[in-house]
């Protein structure tokens, strides 16, 4: 049985985005899924949000999925404005608070999304990079002043030392979680307590 409803809702900048939405009376969480993958990557994670409470949405970022346009064609520009997306799908819950969890891509467009809006509670990055595809993170570290915890895994060579370089340059409230073996973005919740982890850090800052 399916628990999230398909939905779908239009940018600033007029793309259609499609999106699951898991509705729930707690916390809004939004979810940002990996370069070349689509919000499906978060069912089983979503899922066990949602039976906590909280308000979910995973979205297919602009380019990805079932949303509009196709990011085999996309430019730096194309790539940065996914912070549109999130601020979509922000719109859509009609929640001021919220929480951002990425991976990849997905993790640096949610850093730069919260350093431009202070309703964000706290970010959870996993396998971010110091630029993908032109979303820079190293400068948007810091300008952001709330929650983060990074997740990344020692065989990852394109993200575990820009993690560390992040959460050097983070906040006072910060978590790092790092593995041996565990791939890359959302591949690491091979991990069993990758999940539990994630929601034992949103619920000490919600």
Not at 70 to 84: A, C, G, P, R, W
Request: glycine share 8%; no cysteine.
């Amino acid at each position: 049985m399916k628990i999230g409803k398909d939905v779908t809702f239009k940018t600033e900048d007029n793309v259609r985005i499609a999106a699951t939405h898991y509705m729930g009376k707690g916390d809004a969480v939004i979810l940002l899924h990996m370069l070349s993958r689509d919000r499906r990557d978060w069912d089983s994670f979503a899922e066990k949000l949602n039976s906590l409470g909280y308000n979910v949405i995973a979205i297919d970022l602009r380019g990805h999925g079932e949303s509009e346009l196709d990011f085999l064609k996309f430019n730096s520009t194309d790539y940065n404005n996914m912070v549109k997306d999130v601020a979509a799908a922000k719109k859509y819950l009609k929640k001021s608070k919220i929480f951002i969890i990425g991976a990849s891509i997905g993790a640096n467009v949610a850093l730069n999304y919260a350093v431009k809006d202070k309703d964000v509670k706290g970010i959870v990055l996993l396998s971010p990079g110091a630029d993908y595809r032109g979303v820079d993170t190293l400068k948007a570290i810091m300008k952001y002043d709330r929650p983060i915890m990074i997740v990344s895994s020692e065989d990852d060579f394109q993200s575990i030392g820009a993690s560390r370089q992040l959460y050097s340059f983070a906040g006072k409230e910060r978590d790092l979680k790092e593995y041996g073996d565990a791939g890359h973005g959302t591949n690491m919740f091979s991990q069993p307590d990758l999940s539990d982890s994630i929601i034992d850090w949103l619920d000490k800052y919600k």
